[in-house]
């Protein structure tokens, strides 16, 4: 029995194709054929017919998905029951954006609980479009994602068809952060075209399924000299290249004065350009009550 598989059978059947269900679940077209016939093979029964439209479900197939909507219910119901009501312990998985003011405030809730008998939190840190995928597939309990305003129909789109619960946790405008030695921090006012030669840091997985990335507007690509730019996945490089790249930046949230002393950076708005960001908060529909408790501490302290 490959749970997994029976995930991929029912997403089938909800979405009536091949192709659209591997869309929505981010999935190669081929695993879920190759799903579809082990599970066949393994139970001697035929669950798709092929037509032009899509697939049709076989009469043995639509008893064959009931059954297997049970087991995943079941499995749900095992979790509530058996992981998820241990006494005296805090227990769930969050998938977020690169955020410096996000893993601060979770840092600040660690220490509120850390006389916890147990704690098991995962705490993951991606592009927006892994966030998604997480909470549909990888059973996390919280996302936050990120987008640019331009992008917002296509994010609201992909929730909405998911069945994803999500609310607004914040709306801004990107600042620059920089190296305090980088020539542009010592001018009172910084303008697009100062960015010009500028080596701009970006986290390299916030991408679209075609491609481009979510948080780069097309117009101000063609007017800078983007040209230099470096993708990376680790949040923590970000300041070790800010600081030693004096030449180099990044377009980030707000952080805190604190935070921009530690790690010897600045924060300036950019003349001209009006860059406006969300951040997005995104629930799972069986997420633990530890859970809960820290988004309310997330957003008494955002």
Same mark, same amino acid.
Request: glycine share 4%; charged share 30%.
């Given at each position: 029995?490959?749970?997994?598989?029976?995930?991929?059978?029912? /997403?089938?059947?909800?979405?009536?194709?091949?192709?659209? /269900?591997?869309?929505? !679940?981010?999935? +190669?077209?081929?695993?879920?054929? $190759?799903?579809? $016939?082990?599970? &066949?093979?393994?139970?001697?029964?035929? =669950?798709?017919?092929?037509?032009?439209?899509?697939?049709?479900?076989?009469?043995?197939?639509?008893?064959?998905?009931?059954?297997?909507?049970?087991?995943?219910?079941?499995?749900?119901?095992?979790?509530?029951?058996?992981?998820?009501?241990?006494?005296?312990?805090? /227990?769930?998985?969050?998938?977020?954006? $690169? /955020?410096?003011?996000?893993?601060?405030?979770? +840092?600040? %809730?660690? +220490? @509120?609980?850390?006389?916890?008998?147990?704690?098991?939190?995962?705490?993951?840190?991606?592009?927006?479009?892994?966030?998604?995928?997480? !909470?549909?597939?990888?059973?996390?309990?919280?996302?936050? =994602?990120? %987008? +640019?305003?331009? %992008?917002?129909?296509?994010?609201?789109?992909?929730?909405?068809?998911?069945?994803? &619960?999500?609310?607004?946790?914040?709306?801004?405008?990107?600042?620059?952060?920089?190296?305090?030695?980088?020539?542009?921090?010592?001018?009172?006012?910084?303008?697009?075209?100062? !960015?010009?030669?500028?080596?701009?840091?970006?986290? @390299?997985?916030?991408?679209?399924?075609?491609?481009?990335? =979510?948080?780069?507007?097309?117009?101000?690509?063609?007017?800078?000299?983007?040209?230099?730019?470096?993708?990376?996945?680790?949040?923590?490089?970000?300041?070790?290249?800010?600081?030693?790249?004096?030449?180099?930046?990044?377009?980030?949230?707000?952080?805190?004065?604190?935070?921009?002393?530690?790690?010897?950076?600045?924060?300036?708005?950019?003349?001209? =350009?009006?860059?406006?960001? *969300?951040?997005?908060?995104?629930?799972?529909?069986? *997420?633990?009550?530890?859970?809960? @408790?820290?988004?309310?501490?997330?957003?008494?302290?955002?």
């Amino acid at each position: 029995m490959n749970l997994v598989h029976f995930k991929y059978i029912i /997403a089938i059947e909800k979405y009536g194709s091949i192709s659209m /269900a591997a869309r929505q !679940l981010y999935v +190669a077209q081929p695993n879920l054929s $190759r799903a579809i $016939r082990e599970v &066949e093979n393994e139970y001697g029964i035929k =669950i798709f017919e092929r037509t032009t439209k899509g697939v049709a479900i076989t009469p043995e197939g639509c008893r064959f998905i009931e059954k297997i909507k049970q087991i995943q219910s079941s499995i749900e119901s095992l979790k509530d029951d058996f992981i998820r009501e241990k006494k005296n312990e805090v /227990a769930f998985k969050i998938s977020v954006p $690169r /955020a410096t003011y996000i893993s601060d405030i979770f +840092a600040r %809730y660690i +220490a @509120g609980i850390k006389d916890k008998e147990d704690i098991s939190i995962h705490y993951k840190e991606n592009g927006s479009i892994e966030t998604i995928q997480n !909470l549909v597939q990888h059973d996390y309990d919280l996302g936050i =994602i990120r %987008y +640019a305003k331009k %992008y917002e129909k296509f994010f609201k789109s992909q929730m909405k068809l998911r069945g994803i &619960e999500y609310e607004k946790l914040k709306e801004f405008e990107y600042l620059i952060m920089m190296s305090r030695e980088n020539p542009l921090a010592q001018k009172e006012e910084i303008y697009e075209s100062d !960015l010009n030669g500028q080596i701009e840091l970006v986290h @390299g997985d916030n991408m679209l399924p075609n491609g481009s990335y =979510i948080d780069i507007d097309d117009d101000m690509d063609e007017q800078l000299d983007y040209h230099k730019r470096i993708y990376i996945y680790e949040r923590g490089s970000q300041f070790d290249i800010l600081r030693n790249v004096r030449n180099s930046f990044m377009w980030t949230s707000e952080v805190s004065d604190d935070i921009l002393k530690k790690h010897e950076v600045v924060q300036r708005k950019c003349l001209g =350009i009006n860059y406006s960001m *969300r951040d997005y908060l995104l629930y799972s529909h069986n *997420r633990t009550h530890e859970c809960e @408790g820290f988004v309310n501490f997330l957003k008494e302290n955002i």
